[in-house]
T-cell receptor
Framework: EAGVVQSPRYKIIEKKQPVAFWCNPI?????LYWYRQNLGQGPELLIR????????DSQLPKDRFSAERLKGVDSTLKIQPAELGDSAVYLC????????????FGSGTQLSVL | SQQGEEDPQALSIQEGENATMNCSYK?????LQWYRQNSGRGLVHLIL?????REKHSGRLRVTLDTSKKSSSLLITASRAADTASYFC???????????FGKGTRLSVIA
C-alpha cells in the first residue's frame, strides 16, 4: 500500500514569491491534515479536511495561506506571498476516521524562504 | 499552541540500554499517542493509549499513562542505533479536536 505522497521534497524561494505544496493521501482516507513543523519543534496543525470540507482551519493564516482538497482526495496548500518566517517543513497526514486514530504522515516539503 | 511537553529535550544512551521519555499535558484527553520521526522524514505512529488504560506494550515499547498526573512515559528497552530519532507525544483533547503534538525528545543511541 502506498503511503502519503508529498511533493516537492524541497523548495527554495525568495520572499514575496508564491509557493504550492501537493499531497496525495492514502487511498480511502477521508481525513487529511496539513501541519507545519519549525526546526526543533513538534508539528502544528494548519488545516484539517473531512472529505472536501475544511472542518478546522482556525490556525491557518488566511491572509496568505490557502488550501483546497478537490474531490476529497488530493490536496494543495499555497502560500502567497511567502515571508521569511514561513521557512519550515510542511507535513501532510491522513487518517481513515474522525476520532483521531493514528495519523499517517508524508515525508514533508522543506521550504526555505530567502 | 502545544499541549504536550516532552522531557528530556535530548537523551543520549549506549546501545542496549533502556530509554525513558516523559510527556506532560494540560487538559483532559481521550487518548495519547507516541510518534517517531527520523531526520528529514515524516512522523511514524508508534502506539496509542486510551484514557481508561494505564499501560500498553508493543514489542520493545512500553507506554504508561497517569491521567491523575496528566503524564505519560515511553520506555524503549534494549535500544538500538536504529532507534535514534525524535519522539513526540500527541494528545487528543476531545473527540473531534485535532491531535496536539509536543516539542519532542531527541534520542541518540550510540553503538
Amino acid at each position: 500500500e502506498a503511503g502519503v505522497v508529498q511533493s516537492p521534497r524541497y523548495k527554495i524561494i525568495e520572499k514575496k514569491q508564491p509557493v504550492a505544496f501537493w499531497c496525495n493521501p492514502i487511498s480511502g482516507h477521508n481525513t487529511l491534515y496539513w501541519y507545519r513543523q519549525n526546526l526543533g519543534q513538534g508539528p502544528e496543525l494548519l488545516i484539517r479536511y473531512e472529505n472536501e470540507e475544511a472542518v478546522d482551519d482556525s490556525q491557518l493564516p488566511k491572509d496568505r495561506f490557502s488550501a483546497e482538497r478537490l474531490k476529497g482526495v488530493d490536496s494543495t496548500l499555497k502560500i502567497q506571498p511567502a515571508e521569511l518566517g514561513d521557512s519550515a517543513v510542511y507535513l501532510c497526514a491522513s487518517s481513515s476516521g474522525t476520532e483521531n486514530e493514528k495519523l499517517f504522515f508524508g515525508s514533508g516539503t522543506q521550504l526555505s524562504v530567502l | 499552541s502545544q499541549q504536550g511537553e516532552e522531557d528530556p529535550q535530548a537523551l543520549s544512551i549506549q546501545e542496549g540500554e533502556n530509554a525513558t521519555m516523559n510527556c506532560s499535558y494540560k487538559t483532559s484527553i481521550n487518548n495519547l499517542q507516541w510518534y517517531r520521526q527520523n531526520s528529514g522524514r515524516g512522523l511514524v505512529h508508534l502506539i496509542l493509549i486510551r484514557s481508561n488504560e494505564r499501560e500498553k506494550h508493543s514489542g520493545r515499547l512500553r507506554v504508561t499513562l497517569d491521567t491523575s498526573k496528566k503524564s505519560s512515559s515511553l520506555l524503549i528497552t534494549a535500544s538500538r542505533a536504529a532507534d535514534t530519532a525524535s519522539y513526540f507525544c500527541a494528545t487528543d483533547p476531545s473527540g473531534n479536536t485535532p491531535l496536539v503534538f509536543g516539542k519532542g525528545t531527541r534520542l541518540s543511541v550510540i553503538a
